[in-house]
């Protein structure tokens, strides 16, 4: 629920910043963060100092609705008695907002209180909901007047002066369109105060709750005609009428497809059919019948009751196939299972030219920049050309090998994984960016390799440096892995599907065409005979290697701070400031600075350190993932089938904040004004998957799509079958499948 909420405000903004105080380094050193919020001021808000008529509440008018943060004590603000909040709305004709299981869309109204130490607020005791029919969907909701009661637990300790209250509510209201609305609200209630004032209202809505009957008794068994019910024991006024049926649990039934109903004497049974892209299943089922009422005005007040389920759900139906039109290298296998010649050999073929590509990537240029240097280093020596040459192609295939063996490994072990896997764990990305900055310390000169390591082991390392292109070529692999996906993604999605023997065939061949071209230079002295002679610009090269370095790291920073948060980046801000105190103080052999720094960098790695890795409960790559204009809204099976039941096309963008090819597309094709004017004239609704932490659903809808990486691009038009769009974008290409679905 929280991505559908987070989808719907991409459309309008965030209407409140949060600020970092400068205390945020000091607090980060002794393991806590500090953080100042900015309440809104659009929000209207009202204090109750004293026990007056003020106490009427906290009120703000929003563009559809009329809010009020209600309180009722009619025995006095004080521990052990009967407290209660409520926040009310008021809608505008025809508008309505929806109940704790939305159905087939929209929202529920959520309450974020913020109370002294010790004061508890309960949940929403929410009154029944009315059916709200929408073409072949329906909602469960409410409109006209509606309040929302909470009760309120005081600590037997709580002695203040006076109760202050704040609530942060928000909610999706709807008519035909749907716009997301929140409000601020504060009280101030004085100790022993009376608080009575919208009694009527508070017993109006206790009233309206569903109430539970002890004679009741239901039975509910499901099976692959839908879930079927038989209540008893229901009120005698009720018999021979039409019911509804609200389950407390979402994504289980259809509801609205046509059910049916009947009274057997007391006994009313039903029928309801199945939700037909289900994702919940249940050994009990709470749920809330109500008579079906006119559709104005308050609605009946419910039974509530709760039963086990018998039976076994049935699995969900399989998704529709899905037309790619980019060519897709055929399947090396043929009915039998068998892989078959030729498709192993297009496959192979087309992860090796693949690989070749790989090397114009960006994520790659940094580690090719090292190995211009080693160039440099072997001058004309032609044995040492060739064999750093094949030292580095083992680096890169046994890598690609290995890589490919650790993502069969985890198929085999039932694991949903995609290639570029690695990059979405957050101690991976700041791992390789600590790398990085150490490398940059390097050729920047702040440290030698010999003054930092024995001297045995530099020593070896001079005297082999055929290790040296061999982990080099280790390391390409790692920061290249990503982007593969742009040119590789149907050969990569294929090959996990194959047995382990071709698929390792497919990931050899990709590592062979990343390598191919330095293999080649390396073997044909006329490319080494053009590189420039050794020389003192050789010292002035390296430090300036040591700035695409710093880039590369500051590229994996931003990338950690869409999978962690702010606390995440300085806390790793601060052990990589200690770690280049060691590295220097090292390199300068002044004792006593290295044993102090080292002291420094241990006692941030034990007090910062779990912060770098600890993802954020909200991750910053999904407000990230939304456009600043707000076209684009956070992606979920439920928002994509919404929008293509109102009939709407969908656009669907499935990206990562690591993803090079990704971040191109989204700032020369995605955000182009003459797409989104095509968009918009073609009623595209635009949906982002953010791939940067792994998202088990978005790897399900990859895998759907014959795909293990991103970005990956696919467009959905009601009627038609999905159609895939080329990984690397063009403005024509895009306006050019918008204005097709303009033609529908």
């Not at 006024?237 to 059910?259: H, K, S, Y």
């Amino acid at each position: 629920m929280k991505q559908r909420w987070l989808a719907c405000l991409a459309q309008h903004g965030r209407r409140w910043v949060r600020t970092l105080g400068l205390t945020m380094a000091a607090a980060l050193l002794t393991g806590g963060a500090a953080a100042l919020e900015v309440l809104p001021s659009r929000n209207p808000s009202a204090a109750v100092a004293g026990a007056s008529a003020d106490l009427a509440g906290a009120s703000a008018r929003t563009e559809h609705a009329q809010v009020a943060l209600l309180a009722h004590a009619p025995q006095g603000v004080a521990p052990g008695r009967p407290l209660w909040l409520g926040l009310q709305l008021q809608h505008e004709p025809g508008w309505h907002t929806y109940w704790h299981n939305p159905g087939d869309s929209g929202l529920p109204i959520e309450l974020q209180w913020t109370l002294p130490d010790g004061v508890q607020a309960g949940p929403i005791q929410w009154p029944t909901p009315r059916k709200f029919p929408i073409g072949e969907l329906a909602n469960y909701g409410f409109d006209g007047t509606v309040l929302l009661p909470v009760p309120l637990t005081l600590p037997s300790t709580w002695r203040a002066e006076a109760l202050p209250v704040r609530l942060h509510a928000t909610w999706l209201i709807c008519r035909q369109e749907c716009v997301p609305e929140e409000a601020t609200l504060q009280l101030t209630l004085p100790a022993g105060a009376v608080v009575g004032e919208h009694a009527a209202a508070f017993e109006a809505a206790w009233a309206a709750a569903p109430r539970a009957l002890p004679g009741a008794r239901a039975a509910l068994r499901v099976d692959d005609a839908g879930l079927h019910l038989e209540v008893a024991g229901l009120p005698g006024d009720w018999q021979g009428r039409t019911l509804e049926f609200f389950p407390e649990t979402g994504n289980l039934i259809a509801p609205g497809a046509p059910w049916t109903q009947r009274w057997d004497g007391p006994v009313w049974r039903a029928s309801v059919p199945l939700h037909p892209y289900r994702t919940e299943t249940a050994t009990r089922l709470a749920f809330v019948l109500a008579l079906a009422d006119a559709g104005h005005g308050p609605a009946p007040a419910g039974v509530r009751l709760d039963s086990a389920v018998q039976g076994t759900w049935p699995a969900p139906p399989a998704p529709a196939p899905l037309v790619a039109t980019t060519p897709v290298p055929p399947t090396p296998a043929d009915a039998t299972g068998e892989v078959t010649a030729l498709g192993l050999a297009l496959a192979v073929l087309g992860a090796l030219v693949g690989g070749m590509i790989l090397n114009l990537m960006p994520c790659v240029f940094p580690v090719l920049a090292i190995k211009v240097m080693a160039f440099q280093a072997h001058g004309a020596d032609a044995r040492a050309h060739r064999l750093g040459g094949l030292a580095y192609t083992a680096g890169v295939v046994l890598s690609f090998v290995a890589l490919g063996a650790a993502l069969l490994a985890l198929r085999s072990a039932g694991e949903a994984v995609g290639w570029g896997f690695q990059l979405q764990n957050p101690w991976v990305v700041a791992g390789l960016a600590t790398l990085f900055l150490v490398i940059a310390l390097n050729l920047a000169g702040v440290y030698e390799v010999g003054a930092l390591a024995p001297r045995g082991l530099a020593s070896l390392q001079l005297r082999h440096p055929l290790g040296d292109a061999f982990l080099t070529g280790v390391l390409a692999s790692v920061v290249a892995s990503p982007c593969t996906a742009p040119f590789m993604g149907a050969s990569l999605g294929l090959a996990v599907t194959l047995p382990g023997p071709a698929a390792l065939a497919v990931f050899a061949s990709l590592g062979l065409g990343m390598a191919l071209p330095y293999l080649a230079a390396s073997w044909w002295p006329a490319l080494a005979h053009r590189l420039p002679r050794p020389g003192p610009w050789m010292q002035t090269l390296r430090q300036a290697l040591a700035f695409p370095m710093l880039a590369a790291a500051v590229w994996l920073l931003w990338v950690l701070g869409q999978q962690t948060s702010v606390h995440g980046l300085a806390a790793l801000l601060l052990l990589w400031l200690a770690l280049a105190w060691v590295l220097w103080a090292w390199a300068r052999r002044a004792r006593w600075l290295t044993a102090l720094g080292a002291l420094a960098l241990a006692a941030l790695a034990v007090s910062l350190g779990p912060h770098v890795g600890r993802e954020a409960a909200t991750p910053a790559a999904a407000g990230a993932a939304q456009q600043a204009d707000g076209r684009w809204q956070a992606w979920s099976p439920q928002r994509q089938a919404e929008l293509l039941a109102a009939g709407r096309p969908v656009f669907v963008d499935f990206t990562a904040a690591w993803c090079v090819t990704c971040q191109v597309n989204k700032a020369t094709v995605l955000s182009d004004t003459e797409v989104l004017r095509a968009a918009d004239a073609a009623n595209v609704a635009l949906l982002r998957a953010d791939w940067t932490r792994r998202d088990p659903t978005i790897t399900a809808a990859l895998a759907a799509l014959g795909r293990s990486g991103v970005p990956v691009y696919v467009l959905h038009v009601p009627g038609r079958a999905p159609q895939v769009l080329t990984e690397v974008l063009s403005v024509a290409e895009v306006r050019a499948a918008f204005d097709a679905a303009r033609q529908r």
